[in-house]
């Protein structure tokens, strides 16, 4: 029945058209007949000012040139009466989150392919504003300065609606269906978004605690051809924390709260402060696994071509660094500052470079202007394509939390971006070398190599392995992987640190460092190990403390102890939950009886 009203629609719509170039053709040829007519008048009164003896041959050519002018009109007309009508643009945006350029790049300052295949594909396709920036480092803030093209004055004001009446969704509202997804703001009027709803941290904290890969999923499938101009619009959080996902679209993570609480949050401990940004990069990962999502479905509906696409980020993070890595300083500008950017124009097929100092401010502005549209009201940002309006920046103003503001020149944020690269390189390497990213740890050397590796007899430590019972029941087509192993040593002195080693199945699967949380007695460790390394059913693991001379030596399993069962509660589990069988056993093999 459907199938057949679709039908009935399309011919109507057709003989519609139809109708409507016949009526412009014939007004066309009324055009036509009615400058004929003024033409004979015309040859008249250049008969009586231009004597035709003396002078015909500029009778000629005025009447020459007055038929050209008169037929090239009259064409004109007819060719456009009988082109059919162009089709809307539509205008797809997705916004992510907590997300600096220097993780997406490589030694080159291309963006790393093998790593992250899908921002590569889109670079090579678009207009990649390699020095993009975002002024302020809170997400709300951010946010309203990208959708209203002005940085907002109050960092405490709410980002919605009533505080930002003029933004992107009430000026593309006018001409545009709007299908927004926001997760943090409420920038979207109720007449365009009859979903929206305000927005308080609760909400945001529940919004990341779950369910973030699948609402973008369900966005994505939304993407479709339509009659009418649509814009799509989507603010994910990721990769923001919490940190759970790995690039293969699995996760490691049961709950939006970390096994070891506080992790996320040790800004000054070496050890940690590596991990997070191993972690990162991993989600990353997944992050660009979603982008080929809508790359694809882009391509499948015949969407890719006709679209402005604008793929950006709220602003970045500062990671690898000592400190609150969401807080802006003049010691971390350019991690925080710096924020991918990519427009793919409406018909572009091949991609550039823009190496100009731009902000997220000129994102509005820039597609306005891609879009033929005027701004009804005054812009910090300015166009980014067509004729500039202005000078290229020199420089830019960064906006503290505290309130103040400091300055940065494009040469000296390319300085300070090479430094945290040249940070990054030294952790995880780029693309295929090895060890890669799960490389982190004081021995490097070991990984991959079969136990024992050294005869020298260890010590006998109690050792507390967390999560042991998903261990026992390894699905590799499951959506839940245990490759985040984590849990405490025992008996050990407050201040003591030592390297350890992770050994799954008899091999060396990934090298540590202990640690302390703050103001705390207890040592912990914590590992991510490759998903490559755990089999199906059931995995033997074991920590085992390494020697000064990066000599392995194994710790005895009369020590291994177990520690108390910890179920995550349902609220907090992910949809697409790990087995069954959820709490946290510590034994650092499985029993017979698992086998």
């Known amino acids: 029945m459907e199938a057949r009203v679709r039908g009935r629609s399309r011919r109507r719509l057709a003989i519609c058209e139809k109708r409507q170039r016949l009526s412009a053709a014939q007004a066309a040829s009324r055009y036509s007949s009615m400058i004929r007519a003024s033409l004979e008048g015309t040859y008249r009164a250049a008969e009586r000012l231009i004597p035709t003896r003396r002078w015909p041959h500029l009778a000629v050519l005025a009447l020459l040139a007055l038929c050209a002018s008169a037929g090239s009109k009259a064409s004109t007309a007819a060719t456009r009466a009988q082109r059919p009508a162009a089709r809307p643009t539509p205008v797809v945006m997705i916004v992510f989150d907590e ?5 997406l790049l490589d030694r080159s300052g291309r963006i790393d392919t093998t790593r992250y295949p899908s921002f590569a594909a889109l670079a090579g396709a678009s207009t990649w504003f390699r020095y993009a920036t975002a002024s302020v480092d809170e997400t709300g803030r951010a946010m309203e300065a ?18 930002n009446p003029r933004n992107i969704f009430t000026l593309l509202g006018s001409r545009y269906r709007v299908r927004a997804s926001e997760e943090v703001t409420s920038m979207c009027p109720h007449r365009l978004c009859p979903s929206v709803r305000a927005k308080d941290r609760r909400y945001v904290l529940h919004e990341l605690a779950r369910g973030r890969a699948e609402r973008f999923e369900r966005w994505v499938a939304g993407l479709r051809p339509d009659a009418r101009p649509t814009f799509y619009f989507k603010h994910v959080l990721l990769p923001h924390v919490p940190l759970r996902y790995l690039p293969s679209g699995r996760y490691y993570g049961t709950s939006a709260h970390e096994v070891v609480p506080g992790v996320t949050r040790a ?3 070496r050890w940690l402060v590596g991990q997070i940004y191993q972690r990162h990069l991993l989600q990353l990962g997944f992050t660009d696994r979603l982008l080929g999502l809508v790359l694809r479905r882009l391509h499948g509906t015949g969407l890719w071509d006709r679209a402005l696409l604008v793929v950006t980020a709220d602003n970045g993070e500062s990671f690898g660094r000592f400190g609150d890595r969401h807080v802006i300083t003049k010691r971390k500008a350019a991690d925080i500052a710096l924020t991918p950017l990519f427009i793919k124009l409406h018909r572009q097929r091949r991609g550039r470079v823009d190496r100009r100092l731009v ?26 394509v067509g004729r500039p309006v202005a000078p290229a920046r020199k420089w830019i103003t960064l906006h503290e939390r505290s309130g103040g503001a400091f300055t940065r020149t494009l040469a000296e944020l390319r300085s300070e971006e090479q ?8 952790l995880f390497g780029e693309g295929n070398e090895r060890p890669g990213i799960y ?12 136990l024992p590796l050294s005869p020298t007899p260890a010590l006998p430590l109690r050792i507390l392995l967390n999560g042991q019972r998903y261990l026992r029941s390894v699905r590799p087509r499951a959506g839940f992987v245990p490759a985040y192993l984590t849990g405490r040593i025992l008996g050990s002195a407050p201040t003591t640190h030592r390297d350890v080693v992770v050994a799954v199945n008899g091999r060396v699967a990934a090298t540590a460092r202990t640690y302390h949380l703050t103001g705390g007695r207890q040592e912990f460790f914590s590992a991510l190990v490759p998903e490559s390394v755990l089999g199906r059913g059931p995995n033997r693991v074991e920590v ?7 000599r392995l030596i194994r710790a005895p399993r009369p020590g291994v102890t177990d520690s108390p069962p910890d179920t995550p509660t349902p609220a907090s589990q992910p949809p697409r939950g790990p087995p069954a069988d959820r709490d946290r056993c510590v034994n650092a093999r499985p029993s017979r009886r698992g086998r």
């Open 439 to 450: 490389g982190l740890g004081p021995a490097r050397s070991l990984l991959g190599l079969p």
């Open 146 to 163: 990208l959708l209203t093209g002005s940085t907002p004055p109050d960092r405490k004001r709410p980002a919605n609606y009533q505080h």
């Open 544 to 550: 085992l403390p390494l020697s000064s001379g990066a």
């Open 267 to 269: 800004f000054h401990d």
């Open 359 to 384: 902000r997220t401010v000129d994102v509005l502005p820039t597609m306005a202007r891609a879009l033929g549209l005027k701004i009804p009201w005054r812009t910090e940002g300015m166009r980014l």
């Open 419 to 426: 430094r945290s690269l040249r940070r990054k390189f030294a």
């Open 99 to 103: 997300f600096p350029t220097t993780s």
